[in-house]
């Protein structure tokens, strides 16, 4: 085997991998999972305000 064949197959690897990874972020059954992973940053705002609400009325 010779380095060229090796290239190939290297690129040949990587490219499925790609479209695996491509399929699967954009797939609609991962929608959800990365729907609710994009709002977290927002729920952990609402906890601390809510956690500095409370700590003013007392």
């Known amino acids: 085997m010779d380095y060229g064949t090796l290239q190939g197959i290297l690129t040949i690897i990587v490219m499925v991998t ?4 491509f399929y699967w ?7 959800a999972k990365f729907d609710e ?4 940053i927002f ?3 609402e ?3 809510q956690a ?3 700590g003013d009325k007392k």
Do not use: Q, R, T, V
């Open 18 to 21: 790609f479209a695996g990874i």
């Open 25 to 31: 972020a954009y797939s609609s059954k991962s929608k």
């Open 37 to 40: 992973a994009a709002n977290l």
């Open 43 to 45: 729920s952990d705002e």
């Open 47 to 49: 906890i601390s305000d």
């Open 52 to 54: 500095k609400n409370s």
